[in-house]
Nanobody, 120 residues
């Protein structure tokens, strides 16, 4: 199972980006998915997560600006980032809890990260 993240880049403050994460390999179903980020010198932090039932959590710092969605039939999920701020600059990682061959065997998968840089 692999996750591939797309969509990072350089954007001015106030701008928008959309990150995508596609899961590939042997997949029975995808449980929880999420986005995390890590800025230089800081610990990795949760940005947003969504359960298969649609329960969503956001970090307080991104509430009202970021939106996480998932498209299970495409094994893909997204992070829409609006009103970006310089403090959003970080490497963004996608995460998924994936059932590989059935609901009794799950693995944690991480993407390699995509850089988001917000200039002031």
């Amino acid at each position: 199972v692999q996750l591939q993240a797309y969509g990072g880049g350089l954007v001015q403050a106030g701008g928008s980006l959309r990150l995508s994460c596609a899961a590939s390999g042997t997949i029975f179903s995808i449980n929880a998915v999420g986005w995390y980020r890590q800025a230089p010198g800081k610990q990795r932090e949760m940005v947003a997560t969504v359960s298969p039932g649609g329960s969503i959590n956001y970090a307080d710092s991104v509430k009202g600006r970021f939106t996480i969605t998932r498209t299970d039939h495409k094994n893909t999920f997204y992070l829409y980032m609006n009103s970006l701020k310089p403090e959003d600059t970080a490497t963004y990682y996608c995460y998924a809890d994936i059932f590989v061959t059935g609901p009794d065997y799950g693995v944690d998968a991480w993407g390699k990260g995509t850089q988001v840089t917000v200039s002031s």
